[in-house]
């Protein structure tokens, strides 16, 4: 049986170029044996690009406080760039994660795999933006 079907425009997915991106989650799943949170992120507007990996690292009891400090700082900056609620001292639900949506977050592209060559989207989180500014203080003599 020969089934007809163009198949001329069909391609590999390829990821999108550096710049600022609106971004939705399609799925998050707890690994407890890594003790993170594994999220599927689609570009929205970009059905040709791959959804990006993306890996937030939860602290764990080894973890020295700076180690672990800077891993609930990347979280947290997870949350809030893709709105998602959280409590400050209780937590989060993973479950809200699938369908948060981010306006605009800086995408990146990997370096070469070593291996295969392959090039990926990767996210770059904003700061927070409740983080004080570092006043930078001028003084000016008068001659």
Do not use: C, W
Not at 6 to 13: I, K, M, Q, V
Not at 48 to 56: E, L, R, V
């Amino acid at each position: 049986m020969f089934i007809e079907m163009n198949l001329g425009d069909t391609a590999e997915p390829k990821p999108v170029s550096s710049g600022r991106y609106a971004l939705t989650i399609a799925d998050a799943k707890y690994r407890e044996a890594k003790k993170d949170i594994q999220v599927s992120i689609g570009i929205d507007g970009h059905l040709d690009a791959p959804n990006i990996s993306h890996y937030i690292s939860l602290p764990k009891p080894e973890d020295d406080a700076g180690k672990a400090g800077f891993k609930r700082l990347m979280l947290k900056r997870f949350l809030e760039q893709f709105g998602i609620p959280y409590d400050d001292i209780k937590g989060f639900a993973v479950e809200d994660f699938s369908g948060a949506k981010a306006a605009s977050v800086q995408v990146n592209l990997s370096e070469p795999d070593a291996e295969t060559g392959a090039v990926y989207n990767r996210v770059n989180l904003d700061k927070l933006v409740n983080e004080p500014e570092r006043q930078v203080t001028t003084v000016s003599k008068k001659r």
